[in-house]
């Protein structure tokens, strides 16, 4: 764990990490409403990305995948809007979200 953390640190600025914690897995919250937003396409990513339902399983599911580790990664990353709701920036800012996660990815297998 504090090899992680020494590597995120190294490499927030490289990989545009805004801000990260590490939190206890059992503390992430999962949410029906947020999964019920999901299924009425409100972003309209429903079925386009693994990262979305349905290709990503139950909110049960999800749960138990996350509690089968002891801590969690979150960051955030940032995007810029020309107005409140750019929702052409929004989708662009999420596609970038998604890269810089692969990347976060790459770098954390690199070392283990």
């Not at 764990?1 to 990260?20: A, D, G, S, T, V």
């Not at 947020?34 to 972003?43: K, Q, S």
Request: hydrophobic residues 40%.
């Amino acid at each position: 764990m504090q090899e992680i953390k020494r590597i995120i640190l190294r490499n927030r600025e490289n990989l545009k990490i805004h801000e990260y914690a590490f939190v206890e897995s059992h503390r992430v919250v999962f949410s029906s409403e947020i999964r019920d937003l999901c299924e009425r396409n409100a972003c309209g990513m429903y079925g386009k990305t693994w990262a979305c339902p349905p290709g990503l399983g139950s909110v049960e599911y999800c749960r138990q995948k996350c509690r089968a580790y002891h801590h969690a990664l979150v960051f955030s990353s940032l995007g810029q809007l020309q107005k409140e709701h750019d929702v052409k920036a929004w989708h662009e800012a999420r596609v970038i979200h998604e890269a810089i996660t692969e990347e976060v990815i790459k770098v954390i297998r690199f070392q283990f």
